[in-house]
């Protein structure tokens, strides 16, 4: 592309022909999310806050996953939760949350050189804390539950938080919830 | 050996005999814990009993030792014990109680389907809860703390108990305990 400038008038009309389309392309940008129907569905079935306090809430379980993931889990529940889960009650009652927090699954050079054998394996560094909220009405289309996903503190892209609801969903008989309570 | 009896007396004598060493045992065995100042030392340094509302407590970190024990553990604190890791209290303070709960370290059918691979481990029947109190005067034989052990309710041998404390003393430069405060 090549650009013939014919003097100042012409410089300064392409000048405010571009602080125009930048101006228009940022209203656009702003503006398009909040409007649209299918942004407001994906803002309501995320949960972007943390739950306040879910650090001293009660044990439900713990967890590991292999590969990938090399996951060590713990799984708290606020007290909605845990008396749903202590009493049998499904599905989970409006108000429940249960939080999973994540660290990765390491050996304990400590613990072992006191066994005197590789058998402990502790958790690690932090890698995110994950969310179930449950609220009917507000995710409905998510079968009651949102769900949330924190990597240090930050909320996920939604590109990850679409990806729990379908697992989720495969487990109907527990209303969607992995987890058992282990006593 | 052969025995050679001579007619009734003998027989009768032998049988008296046999008796009485069986008395004299069993009055043996069951006095000399009871006198012996090592035994009374014994009773003092171990806790026998579960100290109330432990499921309850916050969550310090999650533990699995592979082999004969083949173990899944949550390790909670009282209030105190929380604090004093929370803020890096070191000695633990009097009064601190760690909770140790071991479960079966069991691989997740129901996830692994939902997974569409073995890679889930959750925790399956529970085998034990352990204690380990803080009472620098008490339990000062071993380095301050009372250690417990409760298979279904009851607590172990004290056999079992001894065992507790030379492992945990290995591990002084964190006043005994094992485990870390995962955040």
């Known amino acids: 592309m090549i650009i013939v ?5 012409m410089m300064r009309r392409i000048s405010l022909l571009l602080v125009l389309v930048g101006t228009l392309a940022g209203v656009v940008a702003v503006r398009a999310p909040a409007s649209g129907q299918a942004d407001q569905d994906a803002a309501a079935i995320f949960v972007t806050k943390i ?5 001293d ?3 439900i379980s713990v ?3 292999e590969g990938n993931l090399n996951s ?3 799984i708290l529940g606020n007290d909605v939760a845990i008396e749903a889960y202590r009493e049998r009650k499904l599905p989970f009652p409006d108000g429940a949350i ?4 994540h660290w990765r699954f390491v050996p304990s ?3 072992n050189k006191v066994f005197g054998r590789s058998q402990s394996f502790v958790a690690g560094q932090p890698t995110n804390v994950q969310f179930m909220v449950k609220d009917s009405k507000k995710y409905a289309s998510t079968g009651g539950w949102g769900f949330a996903h924190f990597n240090d503190g930050k909320p996920a892209d939604e590109a990850v938080l679409k990806t729990c609801y379908p697992c989720h969903a495969k487990i109907e008989g527990s209303d969607l919830v992995f ?3 282990s006593p």
């Open 5 to 9: 400038f014919e003097g100042d008038t």
């Open 51 to 55: 739950p306040t306090g879910y650090r």
């Open 57 to 59: 809430w009660k044990l």
């Open 63 to 65: 967890a590991h996953e």
């Open 72 to 74: 060590f889990a713990a």
């Open 98 to 101: 249960i939080a999973a927090l």
């Open 109 to 111: 050079e400590e613990n």
């Open 179 to 181: 987890t058992r309570y």
